[in-house]
């Protein structure tokens, strides 16, 4: 592949960074959830392998298609890795590393590392750009976006709000 891909992040987090709690996101926001979509679909993505599955399962369940991307899967143990696969471009790798290497072979445009708090947490020193979703408010969490205090410039900025949350989506480079 000839064109080397912008590298991001893509992360939901309230005012604490928390973005998780007992395996599922504290809050349910759709316009947050078709900006994910919007953004991903057609590029390619890096979940963690908890993220990963529970994803699977919402899709299983829900019986509705996953988006069509390029799906990497960092896992230290392939045993670990629930069965069955809703999208056909699906990579198994065993380090952040390893994704990011074969994201830049396989993706021309835009590479979204995606979650959990793990992925994020190795993830971040190979972030060119975040689209962060800051949401008002400090919820119950067990996973956390790492410090982000290096991404100084704020490409775009935009104050959102539904029925029951407050939240803005920020574009931030270093
Ligand atoms: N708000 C948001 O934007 C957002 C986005 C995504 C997820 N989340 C939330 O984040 C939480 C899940 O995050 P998490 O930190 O618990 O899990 P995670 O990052 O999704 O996945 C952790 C797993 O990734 C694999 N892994 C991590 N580092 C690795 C390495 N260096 N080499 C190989 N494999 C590695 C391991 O898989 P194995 O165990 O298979 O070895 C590990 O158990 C959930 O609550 C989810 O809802 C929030």
């Given at each position: 592949?000839?064109?080397i891909?912008?590298?991001?992040i893509?992360?939901a987090?309230?005012?604490n960074?928390?973005?998780g709690?007992?395996?599922?996101?504290?809050?349910h926001?759709?316009?947050d959830l078709?900006?994910f979509?919007?953004?991903?679909?057609?590029?390619?993505?890096i979940?963690g392998?908890?993220?990963?599955?529970?994803?699977?399962?919402?899709?299983?369940?829900?019986?509705?298609?996953m988006?069509?991307?390029?799906?990497?899967?960092v896992?230290?143990s392939s045993?670990?890795i629930?069965s069955?696969?809703l999208?056909?471009?699906?990579?198994?790798?065993s380090?952040?590393e390893?994704a990011?290497?074969?994201?830049k072979?396989?993706?021309p445009?835009e590479?979204?590392?995606?979650g959990?708090g793990?992925?994020?947490?190795q993830g971040?020193?190979?972030?060119?750009?975040?689209?962060l979703t800051?949401?008002e408010g400090?919820?119950?969490?067990?996973a956390?976006?790492?410090d982000y205090?290096?991404f100084k410039?704020?490409i775009?900025?935009?104050?959102?709000?539904d029925?029951?949350?407050?939240?803005?989506?920020?574009?931030?480079?270093?």
């Open positions: 592949m000839d064109k891909p912008t590298i991001s893509v992360a987090m309230d005012e960074r928390g973005i709690y007992h395996g599922k996101i504290p809050w926001i759709r316009e078709l900006r979509k919007n953004l991903t679909v057609g590029k390619t993505v979940f392998r908890k993220t990963y599955d529970s994803l699977l399962g919402y899709y299983q369940r829900s019986g509705r298609p988006p069509t991307r390029r799906t990497i899967v896992s230290r045993g670990s629930a069955g696969s999208t056909k471009d699906l990579y198994y790798v380090s952040v390893e990011i290497r074969l994201a072979k396989i993706e445009v590479v979204f590392i995606s959990g793990e992925i994020f947490n971040i020193k190979y972030a060119e750009k975040l689209y800051v949401v400090k919820f119950q969490a067990d956390f976006f790492p205090s290096e410039n704020i775009s900025e935009e104050n959102r709000s029925q029951n949350f407050k939240y803005k989506f920020v574009e931030l480079v270093k």
